[in-house]
């Protein structure tokens, strides 16, 4: 195995274990856009909270045809549930 995998690995355990323990029985929301940044938060969080952790994706109007089904698909197929609000009304 190559040496960075196993950094990589400690480096998400170790984000996990904190987010376990920042939230403890808590919930905890993500708002996810799709992009790196709120994917790979939204990823972690569900691996480190499970249920507890409600995702969201905010259907602004801007977005391509589709696009925010197509990211609820891709993390349905993850194991992870999202609730598209739709919100072009207010932003428009």
Do not use: W
């Not at 977005?63 to 990211?71: F, G, H, K, L």
């Amino acid at each position: 195995m190559p040496k960075n995998s196993l950094k990589y690995k400690k480096f998400i355990n170790q984000k996990i274990k904190e987010i376990k323990e920042t939230v403890g029985s808590q919930r905890a929301i993500s708002v996810l856009s799709g992009g790196v940044d709120s994917s790979t938060v939204t990823a972690l969080g569900h691996k480190a909270l499970g249920n507890q952790l409600k995702v969201f994706f905010i259907d602004n109007g801007i977005m391509r045809e589709n696009e925010p089904q197509e990211v609820a698909n891709i993390f349905k197929k993850l194991g992870i549930k999202i609730k598209i609000v739709n919100a072009q009304k207010k932003i428009f």
